[in-house]
């Protein structure tokens, strides 16, 4: 059974940092690519990053670019998403997403909240 499970939620204040994991099991991720998406209340959710998890490649929503990094740790089948110089808009719900071969996983969430 595939699980996703997102952590590293927090409260920061704005222009600090926070970095939030997504831990992968149940299947090899190998060829698949993983995403990290947000959700702020009363707003759809909303692309963030994705990378390769095979290659690497990475691509940005344009808000977030230059402030946040997402890599992955082959040995620990686990994403992150380094989030520097946090904003108030970027206060949302974030969830990681994994799709290949057809098939689209998501985890639960995990919160982040940015004081101004």
């Known amino acids: 059974q595939v699980q996703l499970v997102e952590s590293g939620g927090g409260l920061v204040q704005a222009g600090g940092s926070l970095r939030v994991s997504c831990a992968a099991s149940?299947?090899?991720?190998?060829?698949?690519?993983m995403g990290w998406y947000r959700q702020a209340p009363g707003k759809e959710r909303e692309f963030v990053a994705v990378i390769s998890w095979r290659t690497g490649d990475t691509r940005y929503a344009d808000s977030v670019k230059g402030r946040f990094t997402i890599s992955r740790d082959n040995g620990k089948n686990t994403v992150y998403l380094q989030m520097n110089n946090l904003k108030p808009e970027d206060t949302a719900s974030y969830y990681c997403?994994?799709?290949?071969?057809?098939?689209?996983?998501w985890g639960q969430g995990t919160q982040v909240t940015v004081s101004s």
């Open positions: 997403n994994a799709v290949g071969f057809g098939a689209d996983y």
């Open positions: 149940g299947r090899a991720f190998s060829n698949y690519n």
